[in-house]
């Protein structure tokens, strides 16, 4: 294959998705059908009961998970004949409010079922807040999901809805959780035909319907949403020509998607930037990235400010976007040089409603910059909120957040420059050294105190100079014009010099605060590497994480059957709560962040991530800030990932030496017992066959007529169980060898009549009495097997039968032929098996339990069993049969076309 012809990954993952869909819900994870309205009423729940009831005619599971009351009479008909999930009543406020019940679907785990409005708000003190996360559950276990949505929940049209409407949409969905459904289906009527339903009482009551009339439901409205939701269908149904072109043997080349990049601030109007940004990256088909540049600036924000911040940032993420956090003092080169490094085509920004572009304006300049510096990248500017939305609490651009003592310590540096000016004046310094103190004043009020304090120190220095050294003196005026140039410079190097000294401080801020999070990151590392045992490695975890993110934290790790447990030692207050217990076990279970400041759980106490590796979760991280009510920022969480991946990598290797060193000294153990084992069992062997052979031959010699009973049941006894006792050692000896691997098969085509056959005459002794039913094909095909091995194989599963079935049931043996070999079951009508021991049953030295078990067993028959049909290259299982009992099957595979037995009559 050439270059041209080799296919490209995204052609191939193309590939494995047509052939997903052309094998409908046939993985693992469940599918999503999602039924797509522009308004209520246009018939998206109608058409849901239809295809469930189509399904339900197939012979499909399907299930009524939950569906919106709406007491029409043609949608209750098709409810009718399928099985309803009984709703979650919670007591709200006085009221009986029926909610989807997640956990009971979860456990009945049905086919597919079907649950209404997906954008629905849950109750509190439900495991989600939304019933979107309820999905995604029951998605993950692998149940198929039947959904309805209108276009105006969808998170990314949330502005222009309300710009259309004037109605502000509370509940929405993620634009992602769009993007995973596996099939849309746009349900539409013209508005004429919907408001006439509206009209007729079809959709709402009287009372409701002429409201709806007077607010939502106006045919401009109405046919805006509808070219919305027509436009959504219409990408979507691009989007799986898109995948189908991709996944076809074309070696056409494709054109490079274009990259959006969108600047995301602490302002309120980025939320709108944001959304008008996903929207263009879907028309584009391209992907997106929202950045935050953390400038000088950012450390004059307030508590608001950030707050405002990480709300769009997680609106970013929420929306699909890839987000990144980058620093640098000038915003506008470092969004230039971040988009230049990813291949970034267009840039969108936002800007507010007032354009005059003052010089003040940062918002302005920043656009100004961007347009004139970009090069061939596209500049998108998107006009933000007007000027008095824009103007939250929280967020004042470029403005000081100190404190009244800020301004006074501002005033009493310059008061400190005037005093020493006076007493240098006194001595006779010159105007310039008197000008050279009031600048340092500025200086050290810029690297104290920030701009805006250092601003007024500039000013009040200039006043000052003119009110007590130019003539005329006390007196705020100038005769001498020179003495206009003194004061501009003044104000201009003192304006500078603020300025330069307060970036400077800024950025040495943020260095000092990057350089602690990487030596922390580097110190930890270091100290996981050095650490052996797991609860020193949590203790050196929790010390780091208070340094860094001033936060309680607790680990909590799986147990053998993956239940959470804190480690002891290491609980903070919050560790004990049944709550929080509860938020870690689905973290655990879902390998997925929980907690406060998420959509799932959002009522915990901490943050919960995950310490995943790629092939297992190692356990869970809970981090709990110790300032109340404070949240754990985006670019924290990004740095606790860093640092949870370390943490469970550590974790991991420390379970891996850990099972290494249990699994090395068992192997010890196991190999001391099988030399102890074969060496008893050698020398057990001869005076074993010397009492059975002159037992037998007692036996055999002796007349019966001179022995009384009580003498010849004696002498019984001494040949049954010396023959046992054989059994027995023949058992430890072939383990032995099995266990050690040295054993050699030595395969040849058998008949499987014979190999039952010689198993059957072997137990003869034992079987005496006993039914056997043996059941085979007519024309069996020879199985391929060692004699010996097979022989022994058929006499421990007829032996364990026996002991653990009454003696009037009958034993069963059934041969038959499978696509790659040979399979035999032995099955009885004993006690069965435990629930659960189906293969701890053929562990070493294991034994059953039950009211008719012959407890002479050592448990090692089974365990026998197992490594014969191993050493085969076979399967052998064990279950309950019906009418009690239990059945052990096994199966030998053939490595060639077995033979045939020809014969030869004569006439």
């Known amino acids: 294959m050439n270059e041209q012809e080799r296919p490209t990954p995204e052609q191939m993952l193309a590939r494995i998705r047509s052939d997903s869909d052309a094998a409908p819900f046939a993985s693992s994870a469940g599918k999503l059908r999602l039924f797509l309205g522009y308004a209520a009423g246009v018939g998206k729940t109608y058409a849901m009961l239809q295809a469930a009831q189509a399904m339900k005619r197939e012979g499909r599971d399907v299930v009524l998970g939950y569906i919106e009351p709406h007491a029409r009479p043609e949608t209750q008909v098709l409810t009718e004949g399928l099985k309803v999930l009984p709703p979650l009543e919670v007591s709200y406020r006085g009221s009986i409010l ?314 009493c540096y310059t008061i400190v420059a005037t005093i020493i000016t006076l007493l240098m004046n006194q001595v006779g310094f010159s105007e310039v050294n008197l000008v050279m103190v009031y600048l340092l004043s500025v200086v050290a009020t810029a690297a104290r105190l920030g701009r805006l304090p250092s601003i007024f120190s500039a000013i009040a220095s200039v006043l000052a100079f003119d009110f007590l050294f130019t003539p005329p003196h006390y007196r705020i005026t100038v005769y001498d014009s020179q003495y206009l140039v003194t004061f501009a410079v003044m104000l201009i190097v003192g304006l500078l010099a603020s300025s330069l000294t307060a970036r400077i401080r800024n950025q040495a801020e943020i260095a000092r605060r990057n350089e602690r999070r990487a030596e ?200 049954d169980e010396s023959q046992r006792l054989t059994r027995l050692v023949e058992n430890l000896l072939h383990m032995t060898r099995l266990s050690s691997g040295n054993i050699q098969i030595h395969r040849q085509w058998l008949p499987v009549e014979e190999v039952i056959g010689s198993a059957l005459h072997r137990l003869n002794p034992v079987l005496e009495g006993r039914e056997i039913k043996v059941q085979m094909e007519g024309d069996m095909p020879l199985i391929h097997g060692d004699e010996i091995l097979l022989e022994t194989l058929l006499v421990n599963l007829l032996d364990n039968a026996l002991k653990y079935s009454p003696n009037q049931t009958p034993i069963e043996i059934k041969s038959e032929q499978v696509n790659d070999g040979i399979a035999i079951e032995v099955a009885d009508r004993g006690s069965g098996i435990r629930p659960g021991d189906e293969i701890k049953i053929f562990e070493k030295f294991n034994r059953g339990s039950g009211p008719n078990i012959d407890r002479r067993g050592t448990g090692l028959g089974l365990a026998i069993c197992e490594a014969i049909v191993h050493a085969h290259k076979g399967t052998i299982t064990a279950r309950n049969r019906g009418g009690g009992g239990a059945v052990i099957r096994f199966t030998i595979p053939h490595d060639s076309i077995p033979p045939r037995i020809t014969q030869d009559f004569d006439e």
């Open 98 to 411: 029926r909610e989807f019940d997640l956990d009971t679907a979860l456990a009945s785990k049905p086919e597919f079922i079907l649950v209404d409005e997906l954008a629905h708000t849950n109750a509190m003190g439900g495991r989600h807040a939304k019933r979107w996360q309820d999905v995604e559950e029951l998605l993950a276990a692998g149940i198929n999901v039947l959904s309805t949505l209108n276009v105006q929940h969808i998170e990314s049209l949330n502005n222009v809805i309300a710009e259309i409407s004037g109605v502000q949409v509370r509940e929405t969905v993620p634009d992602s959780v769009l993007e995973r459904a596996d099939e849309v289906t746009l349900i539409d009527v013209s508005p004429d035909d919907l408001l006439e339903r509206l009209r007729q009482g079809k959709i709402y009551v009287p009372t409701q319907a002429a409201f709806a009339l007077e607010k939502f439901f106006r045919k401009h409205n109405l046919v805006a949403l509808r070219e919305l939701a027509l436009r959504h269908a219409a990408d979507r149904v691009h989007e799986d020509v898109e995948i189908a072109r991709l996944g076809s043997a074309s070696n056409r080349p494709w054109p490079t998607n274009e990259r959006l990049l969108v600047c995301v601030g602490p302002s309120p109007s980025s939320a709108k930037v944001v959304r008008a940004a996903k929207r263009l990256a879907d028309r584009l088909q391209s992907p997106w990235i929202a950045l935050h540049i953390e400038s000088s600036a950012a450390a004059r924000w307030s508590d608001g400010d950030r707050q405002q911040l990480h709300r769009n940032l997680k609106l970013a993420e929420s929306l699909g976007g890839e987000i990144v956090q980058a620093s640098g003092d000038d915003v506008s080169q470092a969004l230039i040089a971040y988009a230049s490094s990813r291949n970034v085509t267009k840039i969108v920004v936002g800007k507010t409603g007032d354009t005059g572009h003052h010089w003040w304006s940062r918002a302005a300049s920043l656009v100004d910059r961007l347009l004139r510096d970009s090069g061939n990248m596209d500049v998108v500017v998107v006009r933000g909120l007007d000027e008095a939305q824009d103007a939250s609490p929280g967020w004042h651009p470029n403005t000081s957040h100190g404190n009244v003592w800020t301004w006074l310590e501002a005033g």
């Open 520 to 719: 922390a990151l580097y110190r930890l590392s270091r100290r996981l590497a050095n650490t052996a045992r797991t609860t020193d490695l949590l203790r050196e975890t929790e010390q780091i994480i208070a340094e860094v993110f001033d936060a309680h934290t607790v680990i909590y790790l799986p147990d053998k059957d993956r239940q959470v447990r804190p480690m002891l030692g290491h609980a903070a207050s919050f560790a004990a709560s049944a709550k929080e217990f509860a938020t870690a076990q689905w973290v655990l279970d879902h390998n997925d962040p929980a907690g406060a400041g998420t959509n799932t759980l959002p009522s915990s106490e901490a943050f919960y991530i995950p310490l995943s590796t790629p092939d297992n979760v190692a356990g869970v991280m809970a981090i709990q800030s110790s300032k109340p009510n404070q949240q754990i920022s985006i670019d924290a969480k990004q740095l606790l990932e860093t640092y949870a991946t370390q943490i469970a990598f550590a974790i991991e290797r420390n379970n891996l030496t850990e099972r290494s060193q249990r699994a090395e000294l068992e192997s010890e153990t196991e190999k001391l017992r099988s030399s102890l084992l074969s060496a008893v069992s050698h020398d057990l062997r001869t005076p074993l066959a010397a009492i059975a052979g002159a037992a037998s031959s007692l036996d055999a010699n002796i007349q019966r007529e001179s022995l009384d009973a009580g003498n010849h049941a004696l002498l019984e006894t001494i040949v």
